[in-house]
């Protein structure tokens, strides 16, 4: 697999010991959806964050690489990240009031973007931008241009939002919760949006959730996240099918259906996740976790291959299949 983004080994810290990642090792290849799911706090942000420098002042960066197009993400200059930002590489984020300008309107914000990046001249960037508001399915696009995020629904501008994602032909998306604020009937139709613009165009798509049921009929591969680590990845159909960490298959035993994703629901777990700056010696997930021994508590297991390029990071993953234990 030729990876597009490949993130290795990033942690990141908040004042007060906050580890908010721990050594997360991430890949996306061209032309592939990677969804990264885990509960709220287990670091899916601060992980997408980083990719683009985006992350608050207060965080650092205390290790790890991320490497886009074989460019050094956490070490280029400022100015190379700012050009890849919107143009290489676009984010969609949860609430997409935080990315509209509430005093622009939402043509000058699409053609802003079309103008900076692309070059286009102010009717070329206009005309291009009411193509894209279609494309995204928004109703008589070249009136709406002149109309102010405030005007429209919040689907509408989730669409707007995506609008101006793709509007320079990026090669990878990053949607972090794009669509947790919206109803049920909307969140289908902004993934199928997403779904469809991702196959037309070939882009590649980091999508994060903490709803797996919300991204499993995108995703060719899934990232599990627990405070701060990434602790079992593989392709979607197998992980959802067959979750190896013993929290995993707490999320997603209610499941799985995968003729119906939309029916993919994390079920609770019992317990809480570990405060980040007080963080267990060993496995994280230990204090929550049915399958427990010593060895969980002494020593945090590593992100292994468990074969079929399946990684888990738990001592007992093959223990715990062979016994079929849930
Ligand atoms: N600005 C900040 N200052 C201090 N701690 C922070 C800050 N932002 C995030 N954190 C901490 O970093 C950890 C990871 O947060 P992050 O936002 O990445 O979680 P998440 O997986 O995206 O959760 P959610 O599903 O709620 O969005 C959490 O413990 C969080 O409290
Ligand atoms: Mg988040």
Known sequence: MSSLLRITDLSVEFPGGVRAARGVSLEVAAGETLAVVGESGSGKSVTALSVLGLLPEEATVTGGRIEFAGVDLLRCPRRQLNELRGRAVAMVYQDPLTALNPVLTVGRQIEEGLQRHLGLRRRAATVRAAELLDLVGIPQAARRLRDYPHQFSGGMRQRVVIAMAISCDPRLIIADEPTTALDVT?????????????????TSLMVISHDVGVVAGLADRVAIMYAGRVVESGTAVELIGAPKHPYGRGLLASVPRLDAPSRVRFAAIPGTPPDPT???AGCAFAPRCGHVVDRCRDADPPLLDAAGGRLVACWRHAELALGGAG
């Open 186 to 202: 909307m969140q289908a139709q902004i993934l199928d949006l997403l779904r469809r613009l991702r196959d037309d165009l070939g």
């Open 278 to 280: 007080a963080l267990p």
